[in-house]
């Protein structure tokens, strides 16, 4: 984590818990949601076993609410990430920098 970049107030709002004697507690659970889905999805497309007609779209998994919603698909050709114009960074690799927080 770059928590020296950050500033007192960003800090505190990046906490998973409001107690300043936990440092920074395990979140290693959440992680594993969403890395066991991506795995999944990457050996099931490599090994052919998804259906063609099967549409993968983005889900979100809100813990606290064991609730897990998938986020339709939206195309923005304008987007700075995702556009299909020239000024996107979609598909640049290293010829586009990154939106980077600026440093001392």
């Known amino acids: 984590m770059n ?5 007192h107030a ?7 818990v ?3 004697e936990v440092a920074e507690p395990s979140a290693i659970t959440l992680n594993v949601l969403s890395a066991a889905q991506a795995v999944n999805d990457l050996m099931m497309m490599f090994a052919g076993l ?6 993968l779209d983005h889900q979100i ?6 609730e897990l919603n998938k ?7 304008e987007c700075l990430d ?14 586009k920098r990154l939106p980077c927080r600026m440093t001392a």
């Open 3 to 7: 928590d020296e970049a950050l500033s």
């Open 61 to 66: 998994n809100f813990v606290r609410e064991a």
């Open 50 to 55: 998804y259906e063609c007609s099967l549409r």
């Open 71 to 77: 986020v339709e698909p939206k195309i923005d050709t």
């Open 82 to 95: 995702c556009g299909s114009l020239a000024k996107s960074r979609r598909g640049m690799g290293d010829r």
């Open 10 to 16: 960003e800090r505190r709002a990046q906490r998973f």
């Open 18 to 20: 409001e107690d300043d």
